[in-house]
């Protein structure tokens, strides 16, 4: 009884993920050029600023959510957390007057 070897085949080309990869990139640069465009707006630094503010506190809490979701803490929405400690910023402003409190409140 003889026993064949076969060897796998070996697949050249490029992966699936990407491709898709690319076409997630090149997808969104023929959106921001089409908004370009469109809008004399879109591409002033005014509005790249504008959007790097209101996106680095999700940023931030992300970071921080992935650090205890990898060391095998709880699994944390960041949604969630984030409309939690706006609305517990917002009760403390309302209550006592202090924007400062109110924001260290909703910070931890």
């Not at 085949?9 to 990139?25: A, K, N, T, W, Y």
């Not at 921001?32 to 509005?47: I, K, P, Q």
Request: aromatic content about 8%; proline content about 1%; glycine content about 10%.
């Amino acid at each position: 009884m003889s026993t064949a070897y076969v060897s796998p085949s070996v697949r050249i080309g490029i992966s699936q993920d990407l491709v898709r990869l690319v076409f997630r990139l090149l997808g969104a640069a023929i959106i921001c050029v089409v908004l370009a465009l469109l809008s004399d707006a879109f591409l002033t630094t005014n509005n790249i600023f504008n959007v790097l503010r209101q996106t680095s506190l999700l940023f931030f809490m992300s970071a921080g959510l992935t650090l205890v979701i990898l060391t095998g803490g709880l699994d944390l929405s960041i949604g969630a957390n984030i409309a939690f400690s706006a609305c517990v910023a917002a009760t403390v402003i309302k209550a006592t007057g202090s924007v400062w409190l109110g924001g260290a409140t909703g910070l931890g």
